[in-house]
């Protein structure tokens, strides 16, 4: 057998577990994990509370983020896997190419074209790999949609059609957390809708050329509830009599995995997770609508809104052949708040091909157990364990994770401008 592949993970919040479960538990086998790196030691200590309990694993070693360096000289890992508030990813990717680890990234690979150049430049420097781990990808309907395009169903795509919505569960949970601070997150263009301009990237094997957006912040946020009659604030949710009977407050103290994250840690660093969505402060959009040309001259016309009554996203590809229609409805779910099993797990769903001159048909597609419609343990083996042959190359290297970011990137350069933004001006490969 051979050796296992050692990992450090820097960053122990809510995604953070749907890595290191998957190396204590499936993935024991090929792969270790032997250190941990945070800002807040109650999330560490949590988290080694959760490998002890289930899996029987040994307590790994803690560092502040203050001692990235020294985790490394002292564990020597392989690989470190970030999944640290987007705004520190870059240091932290940079930092273990330059000591000589490849790097596994949640998404987005960063939040803006300067970091994502740093990054760019690392990778020649350093010689050394970067995966983003764009698990949508992996999910049988997307597969499907990106099988159907490479195989002539629909001829030449000339555009695309592509609705994505959050609901008040999911979608209100941006505007609790750090991500409501566009320094942090980069905006929804940015953290979220990396997924659905991969995905876009994907399904069309090119890349994005000009970019238009509009945006703006038109249901949460203390104003637009004012507007609305709203009378009674709070800024967080715990301890608040105003929070009680309202649908938009997350109580931390009523799911145990919540409490011991944030509840219990928040004496150390002062993060406050349960923040109101109606409160002042959020410097993010909520409603947005963007137009991509791509390098293949198809064009995009795209919607993201975070208040809608329910999850998931209309997709319409239309072709010199024909016409794909697919609609996806997703359960909701708030991170780090239930099983991760529920993350983009699919209600129902819909592939329908319209051919020029023949009879429309729906288009089968088969799930399977786990995340985003049995999608992530596909992911998982591809990260930890044995990757099977792949046909449509969905393992998503650092320029697929630049590629992604920054069709959000030039989104949010045109909302502040209100012109069009060149992603070739952005960045050099």
């Keep these: 057998m051979a050796q296992k592949k050692r990992y450090v993970q820097v960053g122990v919040g809510g995604r953070a577990r749907f890595f290191y479960e998957a190396i204590a538990g499936r993935f024991n086998e090929t792969s270790e994990l032997v250190g941990f790196c ?3 030691q109650t999330r560490m200590d949590y988290a080694n509370k959760v490998l002890q309990e289930k899996y029987n694993y040994k307590p790994l070693p803690t560092y502040n983020y203050t001692q990235f360096d020294e985790m490394i000289k002292n564990e020597k890992p392989d690989i470190v896997i970030v999944t640290s508030v987007d705004r520190t990813h ?20 960063t939040t803006d074209e300067v970091k994502a150049q740093a ?9 050394r790999k970067l995966r983003v781990s764009f698990n949508y990808r992996y999910a049988p309907h997307n597969t499907k949609i990106r099988e159907l395009i490479a195989d002539g169903a629909i001829g030449e795509v000339f555009s695309v059609h592509f609705e994505w919505l959050l609901n008040t569960q999911h979608g209100a949970d941006y505007f609790r957390r750090w991500h409501r ?5 980069g905006g929804l ?61 997350l109580h931390l103290e009523e799911k145990e995995q919540l409490k011991a994250m944030y509840l219990d840690a928040e004496k150390e660093d002062g993060y406050i997770r349960d923040q109101s969505v109606f409160g002042d402060g959020i410097s993010i959009e909520d409603t947005m609508g963007v137009l991509v040309k791509y390098k293949n001259n198809a064009i995009m016309t795209y919607s993201l809104n975070a208040y809608l009554p329910w999850e998931g996203f209309r997709v319409a590809f239309n072709g010199s052949k024909g016409r794909i229609q697919v609609s996806v409805v997703e359960k909701s779910y708030v991170n780090a708040g239930g099983n991760a099993d529920l993350e983009g797990a699919v209600n129902r769903k819909k592939i329908e091909v319209f051919p020029m001159f023949g009879e429309p048909y729906e288009v089968p597609v088969i799930e399977s157990e786990g995340g985003h419609g049995g999608g992530d343990p596909i992911l998982l083996n591809d990260l930890f364990g044995v990757p099977e042959p792949d046909r449509f190359n969905r393992a998503a ?18 909302i502040a401008t209100g012109m069009p933004i060149k992603v070739d001006s952005l960045v050099k490969f």
């Design 38 to 40: 945070d800002v807040n």
């Design 90 to 109: 870059h240091t932290y990717i940079i930092r273990a190419m330059e000591l000589g680890c490849d790097v596994l990234t949640e998404k987005p690979m």
């Design 119 to 127: 990054i760019l430049d690392a990778v020649k420097r350093t010689g």
């Design 181 to 185: 601070d566009k320094r942090n997150s």
């Design 189 to 249: 263009l940015v953290h979220k809708s990396t997924h659905h301009f991969d995905l876009v990237n994907f399904w069309l094997a090119t890349q994005p050329d000009t970019v238009f957006a509009l945006g703006d912040l038109r249901f949460y946020g203390r104003e637009n509830a004012e507007k609305r009659g709203v009378t009674k604030f709070y800024s967080r949710a715990h301890g608040s009599e105003n929070a009680k009977d309202d649908f938009f407050a």
């Design 397 to 414: 290297s650092h320029v697929d994770g630049a590629m992604s970011i920054l069709t959000g990137v030039a989104a949010n350069k045109s």
